[in-house]
């Protein structure tokens, strides 16, 4: 029996010809990544076993982008650490306020992650580099302390689920409805400790733009990681951004997947996953009229460049609701700027939404735009536990961006078309 796509990249890095299914390796990694949150801890774990440096000061990055700017003196500590771990070590990749981004956006858009490599995160969302072909996933703080020292992390070869995407999707539909379709129809725990291979036809449809976004999203179904093929796509992505060289694994053509789901992308709608789960959701036409008091475009999910002209191709000309506050956050500074050199921010705030420098801020309800008790978001997020945007007594409802946006207008759940 043959290898997964997932099976050979970890192969590879082990030494291995062959690994299967539930087997354990150490294999060498090509990149450890931390943030504001989950850096400190991994630095006292890094410091308490004694270690005197790291595997590789370039393989190593470290992005401040939950608390930043720092929202108060606890995140300016934490980032303070950071800072001088960073200056101490030499840390080639560290980014900081100017020059940061949202981890999973600024990574891929600095080059830092290719094909084939092999990453680990202490950030749940690591698995968002899949989509260029990469096996990527979230650790602890424990596991990224031992991957800054050795340049290695244990694994259990996971199993395998094979999506296979066929047609074209209509317009407005992103790769975060085909997502959230998927992550609806297997549920939370679908692909628990599982890769999630996408392939199929309707690959030339989704844009890097929306496998980055489905990728970021395997973890939502338990998934170890979520995977691509490599394809022209992925490769004109990657070849402006690094000369660092990179290798192209195929799955075999026996490889064992334990189930295979077809997805007709033409027969997608507008997707809307209801509190308190992702896997809790509805079509559009299922939605029925929920008011909404906030609505969030941004995030290592959708706050990449296509999100921000999507967004903008429905709200210009037209106005927020009075009394909804909408929030625009940019992935990283370059898509900011990107943005501003298109008239997006114009469009923005002439529509009376606030735009934001790169931070994670809202999402996890940290900062820049926590809901009080009651109260109702819209976001383009990736989680909508209890209490996940603020109070505990508040509802997220996760959507992709053109459902955002037009929510934005109409002061409920809304489609584009009704706009």
């Known amino acids: 029996m043959g290898m997964t796509m997932t099976q050979k990249i970890l192969a590879g890095h082990a030494g291995l010809e062959k690994v299967v299914a539930g087997q354990l390796i150490e294999a060498n990694l090509d990149l450890v990544l931390g943030n504001d949150i989950t850096a400190p801890v991994a630095i006292n774990e890094f410091n308490s076993a004694k270690s005197k440096s790291v595997f590789n000061k370039s393989k190593i990055a470290l992005v401040m982008d939950h608390f930043t700017p720092n929202k108060d003196i606890k995140a300016a500590e934490q980032c303070k650490a950071v800072r001088t771990f960073a200056k101490q070590f030499e840390i080639e990749n560290y980014f900081d306020v100017g020059e940061m981004g949202i981890e999973h956006c600024l990574l891929p858009e600095k080059g830092l992650v290719v094909p084939g490599d092999l990453i680990?995160?202490?950030?749940?969302?690591?698995?968002?580099?899949?989509?260029l072909g990469a096996f990527s996933t979230g650790i602890g703080s424990t596991d990224m302390a031992a991957g800054m020292a050795t340049g290695k992390a244990w694994f259990k070869v996971p199993c395998a689920l094979k999506f296979e995407l066929k047609g074209k999707p209509a317009k407005w539909i992103s790769g975060k409805d085909v997502i959230l379709h998927i992550i609806g129809l297997i549920g939370v725990d679908g692909a628990l400790y599982k890769s999630m291979e996408f392939v199929g036809d309707g690959l030339n449809f989704l844009s890097m733009d929306d496998r980055l976004c489905m990728a970021n999203m395997a973890?939502?179904?338990?998934?170890?990681?979520?995977?691509?093929?490599?394809?022209?796509?992925?490769?004109?992505?990657?070849k402006d951004k690094t000369n660092k060289p990179y290798k192209i694994y195929e799955a075999d053509s026996d490889a064992e997947y334990e189930k295979t789901y077809i997805i007709e992308l033409s027969q997608l709608k507008l997707t809307v996953s209801f509190p308190h789960l992702p896997d809790n959701t509805r079509t559009i036409d299922n939605v029925g009229k929920v008011e909404i008091d906030q609505v969030v475009i941004g995030s290592c999910t959708n706050g990449r460049m296509e999100d921000l002209r999507t967004s903008a191709e429905i709200l210009k000309g037209k106005k927020?609701?009075?009394?909804?506050?909408?929030?625009?956050?940019?992935?990283t500074n370059k898509i900011y700027l990107q943005a501003m050199k298109e008239g997006l921010l114009e469009i923005f705030i002439n529509s009376g939404a606030v735009v934001s420098t790169p931070t994670c801020g809202p999402c996890l309800g940290g900062h820049m735009g926590v809901l009080a008790k009651g109260e109702r978001a819209v976001a383009t997020t990736n989680r909508n536990f209890v209490g996940r945007m603020g109070h505990p007594e508040s509802e997220v409802y996760l959507a992709s961006p053109a459902v955002a946006a037009a929510t934005a207008i109409k002061g409920y759940i809304a489609s584009p078309e009704e706009v």
């Open 120 to 131: 680990i995160g202490a950030d749940s969302h690591t698995c968002t580099y899949g989509a």
């Open 219 to 238: 973890i939502e179904a338990g998934a170890k990681n979520g995977i691509f093929p490599v394809d022209q796509k992925t490769i004109e992505f990657v």
């Open 320 to 331: 927020v609701k009075k009394g909804l506050r909408c929030i625009i956050i940019p992935g």
